[in-house]
């Protein structure tokens, strides 16, 4: 399938080129958050400059964050693929989006207010703004009039990337003709915060955030909580030189397992993470020595980082590919990362560079073998790349991208 544009939103700020820039800084978003002050993590990474009133969307407040969030990112991808949605045929467009919660924010105010105020004051608007399939997909379809499939994923971190994998079954069955496939997710909010703090999967340095998220350093000690979201526009590649797009990327092979492991830990062996990559590759006519870049999972935590490194040493052996974590950067942003780090990956093809991981400063034995591009980026032409986005509950994606599919020759003429 060919990616024929992308937009982010991110704590690297509103836009691809942006959050790029950002990424490829090497620079770290986390601040302190004072809505989580009294937590033990009181520091996130936030999208700078955003709120309601700057997403354009008639009627704000009937709408969560992560909606907002969500419109923003399709805008763009739009525009970027030179698409409008007064020319499409909605019928033939599918949109499908994921997140890990929904509107979590809508629901956690809506309950504030019914412990304190009573039922009388709810909103009825409280379940529409919370509900994940109306949330994320729902109104999505509903702003740009879409009457092909809308669905929603929900596979906890990699729901961004599960949503990029049915969007391109869709498009092969010839359910729809074009695909608004992506992720979205605004966690920052205190249940979540202190439920992550509590599980030991946030990290607690409090006294420096800008070094908390250390993905692949011997040091990592825990994910910083992020919003965002990222939205690819995929077609089939026929279907979009038809129209005269031009192609960014092929999404080539895709992948998914489960562990079948733990709820939340990852199964130390990495056997369906190994498993998903060489799906993921045979799908894409590939081998993993085709592999030049991957976009790690990498969320800076102890044992999702070790797990990830062996399952790269492993298969790629002495000259692994490079390996880049946005997370370093731009925090977890949840069921958006998966989007995210796509929409990442294909900008990494695009401009034939590895972006750093930041605040990755020294390996420790497992991560030592594996080459994590840091302080600087890295020049390369990457034919082929790799995003991982794993989730709790045992859920392991994997994305293959690949350089743009040039264009079909001309028929031969009479």
Sequence with gaps: MSVTGTGLVTPGGIGTAATWQYVCDGRS???????????????????????????????????????????????EALLHAGLDPGDWDPARVAVVVGSATGGIATLEAAH????????????????????????????????????????????????????LILACLLLDSGACDIALAGGTDAMVTPLCSAAFAKMGALSRRAGEP??????????????????????????????????????????????????????????PRGTGLRTAIRRALHLAGAGVEDVGHINAHGTGTLLNDRAEATVIRDLFGARPPTVTSAKGALG???????????????????????????????????????????????????????????????????????????????????
């Design 29 to 75: 978003a986390a601040r302190h958050d004072p809505e989580l002050d009294g937590l033990p993590a009181p520091f996130s990474c936030r999208v700078p400059g955003f709120g309601a009133h700057t997403s354009g969307i008639p009627q704000p407040w009937r709408y969560d964050r992560s909606t907002h969030l969500l419109v923003v990112a399709a805008g």
């Design 112 to 163: 504030r207010r019914l412990l304190t105020t009573g039922p009388a004051s709810l909103s009825p608007l409280a379940l529409t703004g919370y509900l994940p399939n109306l949330s994320a997909a729902g109104h999505l379809a509903l702003l740009l009039g879409v009457t092909g499939p809308s669905l929603h994923t929900s596979t906890a971190c990699a729901s961004g990337a599960t949503a």
């Design 210 to 267: 800008a070094a908390a998220s250390r993905p692949f350093d011997r040091d990592r000690d825990g994910f910083v909580l992020a919003e965002g979201a990222g939205l690819l526009v995929l077609e089939r590649t026929a279907h979009a030189h038809a129209r005269g797009a031009r192609p960014l990327a092929t999404l080539a092979g895709h992948a998914t397992t489960s562990d079948a492991h733990h709820p939340v830990a990852p199964d």
């Design 332 to 414: 977890h942003t949840m069921g958006a990362a998966g989007a995210v780090e796509a929409a990442l990956t294909v900008a990494s093809i695009t401009h034939g560079q590895a972006p750093p991981t930041a605040n990755f400063l020294t390996p420790d034995r497992a991560t030592e073998a594996i080459d994590v591009v840091h302080g600087a980026p890295r020049r390369q032409r990457i034919r082929l790349a790799l995003s991982h986005s794993l989730g709790f509950g045992g859920h392991n994606t994997v994305l293959a991208f690949t350089e743009p599919a040039p264009p079909p020759l001309p028929a031969p003429g009479p």
